[in-house]
């Protein structure tokens, strides 16, 4: 044990193997303990939980212990692009410094892998409306099928991420032929299932994990018997990923196209033997009536489900479009079940339609207590969903296999067939490593650790080695409209004009609704035309990324800056280091909508247990919400820039202190006078006074 922490230190020292490898590294105190932190869950076994700021450099602070260990490792990240990211450019580049000779591997989810058999359909033009883009998009994923290795849609840049091509060129788990596919073997997604379970190092993202969890085909149910460190990498996010995987899901966009395949199936395969015509058609109208049946939501409504009916909606013009809808996909599964040993695809469809007509009974009887049930209004289709408050128990028997209480302890699986490969019980401990910027506003990080049954964790905090202080301001105004009101969002849009108009651009507005975004964005685009020096993007008029490059490009681009107004997946995961960004504009605090079924529900049940909702639940989730907008701000040490709260409840309301305080520590800003000295000073591209 001594020998591997002592090998895990000697690595990040001035001369270590990384210094050596990148002439610019500098041994950074809290890099190094956070890696002799992971170094030691790895030798004695347990749970660790990072919060590291921005800059720690945690991806070399954990990979590196963990490529020393030994053992097999698997890290599971965000976002596919955190995974494309670490497998492409980390790991290699790690594995090479340390000279180690492992096999690498990355996994993921069945709809980012080509189909052959799919595509092959395609092809002949069976389900693919000859449409011409589409058939140019459907050459383009030809012409790169004949030449690509690992099947991964990553690659295919010259084909949108929204192309109506994609549906016909994958599978998915419903559609899946399975070991009858006469593509099987050299299918793209077995392939890379047969690689990560024979690799020494496999990376995942956190939708596949939990995925897989429940289904258990992806392969990483299978290897984790055999892993000895698991990475949760970015692990804020794993709550909300993880209660979508293991609650139900049920919407009239599934139901519509299994109708679809139903009729096309049975007209291929078993024609003349089922009134199958009507029998789709009556699936589709019962489909269509459910979603009337809903009424006049509002799009984006989430309408609570305590009861038999989700509230605000008529029982008996509910209770009559729900059943006629399973009676209705009864009737189709019933004519099917006649046919259905005549093709594997029969056999498939009529296992898919069981396994909707299952989900579709779930919401027929009143929900549980211990989960939250609710409605989701689309502007053309309904989702059903029921969802457990948190992941705690998941985690605790299903990933660290503790016994539920009465219960004996689960049997650990078998060890894998790689040497020294096991679980803790086969000779190995076993450790879970869970790391983010923003895990909690506490000691403790319970923000974190309590959703997901970890308060027994060892838990570790390490500072950004940003100095805050002389990079970045806050600014927060004395007097202001209050939030929600059309005046608050005017005066956001007033205020955002004349500081970027002083930065010439790189502004980024962040919104806590898409309201907000809305007249916000509309107010700035009114003040600049065509032919102004600044450019105003609003998501929502482009694809993210396209915002996002623009953005970066500021005046070198087209000779004019930029402010982009933007919302939801923006707060994160968004990096623009250096001048391109040097204003945030966070226009109201980020508490959760108390409205919404799962906020009621998580409230309801703290209140139940004489806890404050408030303190305990609402006051946590903005403040984290806010470090993340603000973490946009300061992206590398040499970055400078303000951060503008336009919400007077920070330094008018005692719970002020509090979300004040989980921000970095950046220099305050108190009047408007200072604020435009500070960035005039940016625009000078000079340092603040101390």
């Given at each position: 044990?001594?020998?591997?922490?002592?090998a895990?230190?000697a690595?990040?020292?001035?001369?270590?193997?990384?210094a050596?490898?990148?002439?610019?590294?500098?041994?950074r105190?809290?890099?190094?303990?956070?890696?002799?932190?992971?170094?030691?869950?790895?030798?004695?076994g347990?749970v660790?939980v990072?919060?590291?700021?921005?800059?720690?450099?945690k991806?070399?602070?954990?990979?590196?212990?963990?490529?020393?260990?030994?053992?097999?490792?698997?890290?599971?990240?965000?976002?596919?692009?955190?995974?494309?990211?670490?497998?492409?450019?980390?790991?290699?580049?790690?594995?090479?410094?340390l000279?180690?000779?492992?096999?690498?591997?990355?996994?993921?989810?069945?709809?980012?892998?080509?189909?052959?058999?799919?595509?092959?359909?395609?092809?002949?033009?069976?389900?693919?409306?000859?449409?011409?883009?589409?058939?140019?998009?459907?050459a383009?994923?030809?012409?790169?099928a004949?030449?690509?290795?690992?099947?991964?849609?990553?690659?295919?840049?010259?084909?949108?991420?929204d192309?109506?091509?994609?549906?016909?060129?994958?599978s998915?788990r419903?559609?899946?032929l399975?070991?009858?596919?006469p593509?099987?073997?050299?299918?793209?997604?077995?392939?890379?299932?047969?690689?990560?379970?024979?690799?020494?190092?496999?990376?995942?993202?956190?939708?596949?994990?939990?995925?897989?969890?429940?289904?258990?085909?992806?392969?990483?149910?299978?290897?984790?018997?055999?892993?000895?460190?698991?990475?949760?990498?970015?692990?804020?996010?794993?709550?909300?990923?993880?209660?979508?995987?293991?609650?139900?899901?049920?919407?009239?966009?599934?139901?519509?196209?299994?109708?679809?395949?139903?009729?096309?199936?049975?007209?291929?395969?078993?024609?003349?033997?089922?009134?199958?015509m009507?029998?789709?058609?009556?699936?589709?109208?019962?489909?269509r009536?459910?979603?009337?049946?809903?009424?006049r939501?509002?799009?984006?409504?989430?309408?609570?489900w305590?009861?038999?009916?989700?509230?605000?909606?008529?029982?008996?013009?509910?209770?009559?479009?729900?059943?006629?809808?399973?009676?209705a996909?009864?009737?189709?599964?019933?004519?099917?079940?006649?046919?259905?040993?005549?093709?594997?695809?029969?056999?498939?469809?009529?296992?898919?339609?069981?396994?909707?007509?299952?989900?579709?009974?779930?919401?027929?009887?009143?929900?549980?207590?211990?989960?939250?049930?609710?409605?989701?209004?689309?502007?053309?289709?309904?989702?059903m969903?029921?969802?457990?408050?948190?992941?705690?128990?998941?985690?605790?028997?299903?990933?660290?296999?503790?016994?539920?209480?009465?219960?004996?302890?689960?049997?650990?699986?078998?060890?894998?067939?790689?040497?020294?490969?096991?679980?803790?019980?086969?000779?190995?401990?076993h450790?879970?490593?869970?790391?983010?910027?923003?895990?909690g506003?506490?000691?403790?990080?319970?923000?974190?650790?309590?959703?997901?049954?970890?308060?027994?964790?060892?838990?570790?905090?390490?500072?950004?080695p940003?100095?805050?202080?002389?990079?970045a301001?806050?600014?927060?105004?004395?007097?202001?409209?209050?939030?929600?009101?059309?005046?608050?969002?005017?005066?956001?849009a007033?205020?955002?004009?004349?500081?970027?108009?002083?930065?010439?651009?790189?502004?980024?507005?962040?919104?806590?609704?898409?309201?907000?975004?809305?007249?916000?964005?509309?107010?700035?685009?009114?003040?600049?035309?065509l032919?102004?020096?600044?450019?105003?993007?609003?998501?929502?008029?482009?694809?993210?990324q396209?915002?996002?490059?623009?953005?970066?490009?500021?005046?070198?681009?087209?000779?004019r800056?930029c402010?982009l107004?933007?919302?939801?997946?923006?707060?994160?995961?968004?990096?623009?280091?250096?001048?391109?960004?040097?204003?945030?504009?966070?226009?109201?605090?980020?508490?959760?909508?108390?409205?919404?079924?799962?906020?009621?529900?998580?409230?309801?049940q703290l209140?139940?247990v004489?806890?404050?909702?408030?303190?305990?639940?609402?006051?946590?989730e903005?403040?984290?919400?806010?470090?993340?907008?603000?973490g946009?701000?300061?992206?590398?040490?040499?970055?400078?820039?303000?951060?503008v709260?336009?919400?007077?409840?920070l330094?008018?309301?005692?719970?002020?202190?509090?979300?004040?305080?989980?921000?970095?520590?950046?220099?305050?800003?108190?009047?408007?006078?200072e604020?435009?000295?500070?960035?005039?000073?940016?625009m000078?591209?000079?340092?603040?006074?101390?």
């Open positions: 044990m001594g020998e591997f922490i002592a895990v230190e690595a990040f020292s001035a001369d270590g193997v990384i050596k490898a990148h002439p610019h590294f500098r041994p105190s809290g890099q190094t303990e956070m890696a002799v932190a992971v170094a030691e869950t790895i030798a004695n347990g660790l990072v919060e590291a700021g921005t800059g720690v450099g991806t070399y602070s954990y990979l590196v212990p963990a490529l020393l260990s030994g053992q097999r490792v698997l890290v599971s990240t965000a976002t596919k692009a955190l995974q494309d990211q670490l497998f492409s450019r980390d790991l290699p580049s790690l594995v090479g410094m000279g180690l000779p492992l096999r690498m591997a990355q996994l993921k989810g069945r709809p980012s892998y080509l189909c052959q058999h799919r595509l092959g359909l395609a092809r002949q033009g069976r389900g693919a409306p000859q449409d011409p883009q589409l058939l140019r998009s459907l383009h994923v030809e012409e790169w004949r030449v690509t290795r690992s099947g991964d849609l990553a690659e295919l840049s010259t084909v949108g991420e192309s109506p091509v994609w549906p016909l060129v994958t998915t419903d559609n899946c399975g070991s009858a596919c593509q099987f073997e050299p299918c793209h997604l077995n392939v890379a299932r047969r690689a990560a379970l024979a690799a020494d190092v496999v990376v995942v993202n956190h939708h596949l994990f939990f995925a897989d969890l429940e289904v258990r085909e992806s392969g990483v149910a299978q290897l984790l018997p055999s892993v000895g460190v698991v990475v949760f990498d970015e692990a804020h996010q794993l709550n909300e990923t993880g209660i979508q995987f293991a609650g139900t899901l049920v919407g009239t966009a599934q139901l519509q196209g299994y109708g679809r395949d139903f009729l096309a199936q049975t007209l291929e395969h078993a024609r003349g033997m089922g009134d199958w009507q029998l789709s058609a009556d699936l589709e109208r019962t489909v009536d459910l979603r009337l049946a809903a009424g939501s509002q799009v984006g409504e989430r309408l609570r305590r009861g038999a009916v989700p509230d605000g909606l008529d029982a008996a013009i509910w209770s009559t479009a729900f059943s006629a809808l399973g009676q996909l009864h009737a189709a599964l019933k004519a099917l079940g006649q046919v259905e040993e005549m093709a594997a695809e029969l056999r498939q469809l009529y296992a898919r339609g069981e396994a909707l007509l299952r989900r579709l009974a779930l919401f027929g009887k009143n929900g549980s207590d211990e989960a939250v049930r609710w409605l989701d209004i689309g502007s053309r289709h309904l989702r969903i029921e969802s457990p408050l948190s992941i705690a128990r998941i985690v605790r028997t299903r990933l660290l296999q503790e016994a539920p209480e009465g219960e004996a302890p689960q049997e650990s699986g078998a060890a894998g067939s790689r040497p020294g490969a096991g679980r803790p019980d086969a000779g190995r401990p450790a879970w490593v869970f790391t983010s910027a923003t895990l506003d506490d000691a403790e990080l319970s923000w974190f650790c309590e959703p997901c049954g970890l308060r027994e964790a060892r838990v570790l905090r390490v500072d950004s940003f100095d805050y202080a002389h990079q301001a806050v600014y927060v105004p004395q007097e202001f409209p209050a939030p929600g009101t059309p005046a608050h969002s005017a005066e956001v007033a205020l955002v004009q004349r500081s970027a108009e002083v930065l010439g651009g790189r502004t980024l507005v962040l919104t806590t609704t898409t309201k907000a975004l809305q007249v916000i964005g509309a107010a700035l685009q009114a003040q600049y035309g032919f102004s020096e600044i450019e105003v993007l609003v998501q929502g008029q482009a694809p993210k396209v915002l996002l490059e623009r953005f970066r490009q500021g005046k070198e681009g087209t000779g800056g402010i107004v933007a919302s939801a997946t923006f707060w994160e995961g968004v990096d623009m280091p250096g001048d391109a960004l040097q204003l945030v504009v966070i226009d109201k605090l980020p508490f959760p909508p108390p409205d919404d079924p799962l906020v009621e529900a998580r409230s309801q209140e139940a004489g806890r404050s909702a408030f303190r305990d639940y609402m006051l946590p903005a403040a984290m919400a806010l470090k993340q907008g603000a946009r701000l300061i992206r590398r040490e040499t970055d400078q820039g303000v951060l709260i336009a919400d007077t409840r330094v008018a309301k005692p719970y002020g202190r509090r979300l004040l305080a989980a921000l970095p520590p950046m220099r305050r800003l108190r009047t408007e006078v604020l435009d000295a500070a960035l005039a000073a940016l000078a591209g000079t340092q603040p006074a101390d």
